[in-house]
């Protein structure tokens, strides 16, 4: 068993690295990959304790991409030495999300929630602070009663306390990924909320400019359909990968480490028939 999508504390999940490498290890998954949204901060604690349990740790990271609809999601995988042109990507990221995460505290103090950033910053120390960490502030507040709540009613597009987000452009991604020896794979495609009819072309223009591989297994889609995007991903000549996106019980009750779509273990076969195809050693 293994897993090839799961979050830390460097972004937006409940673990440590160390304990998410303790945790894989208790489950007896083999090999893990660790990433975390747009930052490789938990990576070295990661592959140090993964050493310790005899734990494959794929060093990783998942980057917002830039698209119309939906969210385009873009891991990269097998990334030991971020190039200069990824880490000016997480820079400008982590920059662009500050002013963001400034301008959604303006909006809830303007309507009289006594939220700082340094309070933030406390409660969440060395993690990249977005909208999920807003959520579970707004719970200890007593604003609602759950994360999901503060989603639907004041941070999701479209709610009172939304604000854009500055994305990555998938052409500087891919090209930065690929020189940091990584393997860009489009991340969750159902989550782009194209139709079946433009998925095809989409994923094929993803294809011819440099992405190799597609989640094709994620806890969000049903079965069918991830059966149907590892037929349509072979069809392109993608390699498939298959992931829990595992947040951590508190933030994502509904992901269990190890696990996809239909709660079903993830095969090894994912890291060693598809993902080490194209692993640069």
């Not at 734990?55 to 995988?77: A, D, K, Q, R, Y």
């Not at 891919?174 to 940091?180: N, P, T, Y």
Request: glycine content about 8%; proline content about 5%.
């Amino acid at each position: 068993m293994i897993d090839l999508h799961v979050h830390t504390t460097a972004s937006d999940g409940q673990y440590t690295p160390a304990q998410i490498i303790q945790k894989a290890s208790e489950k007896n998954l083999k090999v893990i990959a660790i990433t975390d949204h747009d930052t490789f901060a938990g990576v070295n604690e990661a592959i140090e304790q993964g050493k310790k349990y005899g734990l494959i740790v794929v060093p990783g990271i998942e980057l917002n991409i830039s698209f119309p609809t939906g969210e385009f999601h873009l891991l990269g995988l097998g990334i030991h030495t971020p190039s200069e042109s990824l880490k000016s990507i997480v820079e400008n990221v982590i920059k662009n999300r500050n002013e963001r995460n400034k301008q959604i505290i303006e909006k809830m103090n303007q309507d009289g929630i006594p939220l700082t950033m340094e309070e933030l910053e406390q409660d969440f120390p060395a993690t990249v602070i977005g909208r999920p960490h807003f959520a579970a502030e707004l719970v200890k507040l007593k604003v609602v009663k759950t994360r999901q709540q503060a989603f639907d009613q004041y941070l999701a597009r479209g709610r009172k306390w939304y604000v854009p987000r500055i994305c990555t452009n998938l052409d500087e991604a891919i090209v930065a990924i690929r020189e940091s020896g990584g393997v860009p794979v489009v991340a969750h495609p159902m989550s782009l909320y194209l139709s079946w009819g433009k998925l095809p072309d989409f994923l094929t223009d993803c294809y011819e400019k440099g992405v190799a591989g597609i989640e094709a297994f994620h806890p969000g889609a049903r079965v069918t359909e991830c059966l149907r995007l590892e037929e349509l991903g072979r069809k392109i000549g993608f390699i498939i990968t298959a992931g829990s996106d595992f947040h951590g019980e508190k933030i994502r009750a509904d992901r269990k480490l190890g696990h996809t779509c239909g709660d079903k273990k993830i095969d090894d076969k994912y890291y060693y028939e598809e993902l080490l195809k194209v692993l640069t050693p």
